[in-house]
């Protein structure tokens, strides 16, 4: 199997079919390492089916062709030699809604890497990893780590072994964020992450992305423009299935090239 | 849907209101140079009512574009009429006062009767009303290559500033009694100067709002000779030497 480097993503004439339906046409673009980079466009527009098809989330939807590439540090993610369950390890999501598992907030972070188990180097051979289970001290702090990396730890270091759910929306976003954040992963999709949550635990998602675009590439599909505006570095526009526009967001925001882009962002489309 | 309408009706009020005060200034100083140069001192009181009033204006404007910006967080073209507007109010207001400081100094122009040679200030005052005139259309019609051509005509202000101001250094070196109101002059045709850059500040700001560039302060002084290239006027660079010439055979005399 090979293994998915850490780096940028180069898509490359994507094509994405659900059954008759041309969901995605030709988008070709690259998305920079460590920014943050927004996907914007009308619902159906194929943004969703977009970050779908970067950690191959469609393959396990009925009917859904993908033709073309999405290159991850060289090597196409939809070459049959990539193991998947690897790719979604180190491509996280998070979706609209939170989406916390019914236990504790400590299991939460845990059952991941109790699953996907951590890499080391071999003491017999040089050059060879082997797969070795987390102590339970290890297992702590990979989750206490998590948990402050997604800006959580104050407030609920006294309550790890309370139910997940008993934590607020916003608190339920940040917990599923630490999650990926657990497995080590190094591309972040977000899809909508804060549709559901109050403008105070929007900003501390925001405040988040922002932090973390230092270790990993993010990726964010948005609906609230001013929220691409304010934490992205670039933006890309889809519009019925195309990538109309990809600029650096002030250019987006403030000059925008194709007539589109700018209909769309002003509210004045259709 | 209901607030793009709002937001339309919004853009649409600030567009007009822009275009009033605009037209306030325009009449500002026009008034203001009829007033010079006819000597008329009914309308040095119509050019400080119209200051006062474009003044108002500005803060009205002012408080419209801030509640755009607050309520309808415009973007894109949107962003960039609003930012627009919030800067081309400010040269408007300055267009406003530059006609208020020409009126000011009425009384002691309108007392002389000799001095009549520098003829150039009300032919640099009609160059200067043009351009505020075009600067104004250039907003109203979003037109980039009209509000360019701004700049080019800035320099032949410029050069007719320079040779104003030259002439009636020489006239009052001739009479010093001649210094007081030479000096208001000079004073008058600083200030209509000054309003051609301010034209050329909202042309810039056309540009910017139309296209979405933002123009390099080299580009708009692409002339930095000061020649006067447009024969409408027939002052070249040799005006302002042979004037330089006759100045210093005046001191040496």
């Not at chain 1, 998915?4 to 659900?18: A, E, P, T, Y």
């Not at chain 1, 003491?123 to 289970?133: C, D, H, I, L, N």
């Not at chain 2, 306030?24 to 119509?46: F, G, H, S, T, Y």
Request: charged fraction near 30%.
């Amino acid at each position: 199997m090979v293994k998915i480097m850490n780096g940028s993503i180069q898509v490359k004439d994507l094509n994405v079919w659900f059954d008759q339906n041309h969901a995605l046409k030709g988008v070709t673009f690259s998305i920079p390492k460590n920014e943050i980079t927004a996907i914007i466009g009308p619902s159906g527009c194929g943004k969703s089916t977009f970050i779908r098809c970067v950690n191959r989330m469609n393959d396990i939807v009925p009917k859904c062709r993908v033709e073309g590439q999405i290159i991850v540090n060289g090597k196409n993610i939809y070459d049959p030699d990539v193991d998947v369950v690897e790719i979604r390890r180190r491509t996280g999501m998070v979706f609209q809604k939170p989406n916390p598992f019914p236990k504790s907030i400590f299991e939460n972070i845990a059952y991941a890497p109790r699953i996907h188990r951590r890499e080391e180097p071999s003491a017999k051979q040089k050059g060879e990893m082997v797969v070795k289970k987390y102590t339970k001290k290890e297992l702590e702090n990979l989750v206490e780590a998590s948990i402050k990396r997604a800006a959580l730890w104050d407030e609920v270091k006294d309550r790890m072994n309370k139910s997940a759910y008993d934590l607020s929306g916003g608190q339920q976003q940040r917990l599923c964020i630490a999650r990926t954040l657990a497995v080590n992963p190094e591309i972040l999709l977000l899809d909508e992450p804060c549709s559901a949550l109050d403008p105070i635990a929007t900003a501390k998602i925001e405040d988040l992305l922002v932090d973390l675009k230092k270790d990993y590439t993010v990726v964010i599909v948005t609906h609230n423009m001013q929220q691409a505006a304010r934490v992205a570095d670039k933006t890309a526009f889809f519009y019925l299935g195309e990538l109309i526009e990809f600029d650096k967001t002030e250019t987006i925001f403030e000059r925008p090239k194709e007539k589109l882009t700018e209909q769309y962002i002003t509210g004045r489309m259709g | 849907m209901t607030s793009r309408i709002l937001f339309n009706q919004e853009m649409d009020k600030l567009n007009e209101e822009v275009a009033q005060m605009a037209s306030l200034a325009r009449e500002a100083v026009e008034k203001a140079v009829r007033c010079i140069v006819n000597k008329d001192p009914v309308l040095k009181a119509e050019v400080e009512r119209l200051d006062r009033e474009i003044y108002h204006m500005e803060q009205i404007i002012e408080k419209r574009c801030l509640e755009l910006i607050a309520l309808h967080t415009p973007v894109a073209g949107d962003l960039r009429t609003v930012s627009t507007c919030l800067k081309i109010i400010t040269d408007l207001n300055r267009i406003g006062r530059y006609a208020s400081d020409i009126v000011e100094v009425y009384e002691v122009v309108a007392s002389d009767n000799g001095f009549h040679r520098p003829v150039n200030i009300p032919h640099m005052a009609s160059l200067v009303v043009a351009m505020v005139t075009d600067a104004i259309d250039s907003f109203i019609r979003r037109d980039d290559r009209a509000a360019r051509q701004l700049f080019d005509r800035d320099d032949e202000v410029d050069c007719l500033y320079d040779l104003n101001f030259r002439a009636i250094l020489t006239y009052m070196i001739e009479d010093p009694r001649k210094i007081t109101v030479g000096t208001h002059i000079i004073l008058i045709a600083r200030y209509l100067e000054r309003i051609a850059d301010h034209s050329c500040n909202i042309g810039e700001r056309v540009v910017y709002m139309v296209t979405g560039e933002r123009m390099n302060p080299k580009d708009r002084k692409k002339s930095t000779s000061r020649t006067c290239v447009n024969s409408s006027t027939s002052l070249k660079q040799d005006d302002l030497d042979s004037m330089q010439r006759s100045d210093h055979d005046l001191a040496e005399k």
